[in-house]
């Protein structure tokens, strides 16, 4: 394998495991906020 390509392999993978983090922490608050309303 390309030096290169591993690396980007391990950012891309790094970004989803942040994205996906980011993800379940907005959907937290959503909910919160949902049962504040109902």
Known sequence: ???SNQYL???V???LYLYSLFL??????F???LSRFL
């Not at 379940?24 to 608050?29: A, E």
């Open 31 to 33: 909910c919160k906020g």
């Open 24 to 29: 379940l922490r907005i959907n937290k608050l």
């Open 1 to 3: 394998m390309i030096p």
């Open 13 to 15: 993978l790094v970004c």
């Open 9 to 11: 392999f391990c950012g």
